[in-house]
């Protein structure tokens, strides 16, 4: 089974970019692999999956 995360990209007009991609790499080293990327309203979005861990 899978699980799924949105998340989009924060910070200054300046840093943001190299800030999205340190918290997609923070995030890839958790498991998480992005399956779509999209731009809306000026800001990247994201949306993240991996295998869901049995409880």
């Not at 692999?33 to 994201?46: D, E, P």
């Amino acid at each position: 089974m899978k699980e799924y995360k949105f998340i989009k990209q924060k910070g200054t007009a300046i840093k943001k970019d190299e800030d999205f991609e340190a918290l997609l790499n923070s995030y890839a080293k958790t498991g998480w692999r992005v399956v779509n990327a999209f731009v809306h309203r000026g800001s990247v979005k994201a949306i993240l999956e991996r295998d869901k861990k049995e409880e």
